[in-house]
Nanobody, 112 residues
Framework: QVQLVESGGGLVQPGGSLRLSCAASGTLFRLYVMGWYRQAPGKQREMVAVITSGGTTNYTDAVKGRFTISRDNAKNTAYLQMNSLKPEDTAVYYC??????WGQGTQVTVSS
């Protein structure tokens, strides 16, 4: 079973950028649908972006045009490039290997 470790979160000003990384263990990473989800205080966890093993991507409307999900199967790593960040992007971001493997989460705070 794959294990996931996120990194790259932090505090950034509105309009800034961050890149999250999700490092996976195991040899079957390339076969998994990988996703990024987020959970803000008092809210339910929501899908941000997903990428299939073939590279097809899907995004929630709130991040389209600002966030980019990608994967490097040679490095067993998925990424989330986040640009033009807004205060409403503040949340704990979780990496997911479908259907039910989760990382520990990384905090993203967008504030001036």
């Amino acid at each position: 079973q794959v294990q996931l470790v996120e990194s790259g979160g932090g505090l950034v000003q509105p309009g800034g950028s961050l890149r999250l990384s999700c490092a996976a263990s195991g040899t079957l990473f390339r076969l998994y649908v990988m996703g990024w989800y987020r959970q803000a205080p008092g809210k339910q966890r929501e899908m941000v972006a997903v990428i299939t093993s073939g590279g097809t991507t899907n995004y929630t409307d709130a991040v389209k045009g600002r966030f980019t999900i990608s994967r490097d199967n040679a490095k067993n790593t998925a990424y989330l490039q986040m640009n033009s960040l807004k205060p409403e992007d503040t949340a704990v971001y979780y990496c997911n290997a479908a259907p039910s493997t989760w990382g520990q989460g990384t905090q993203v705070t967008v504030s001036s």
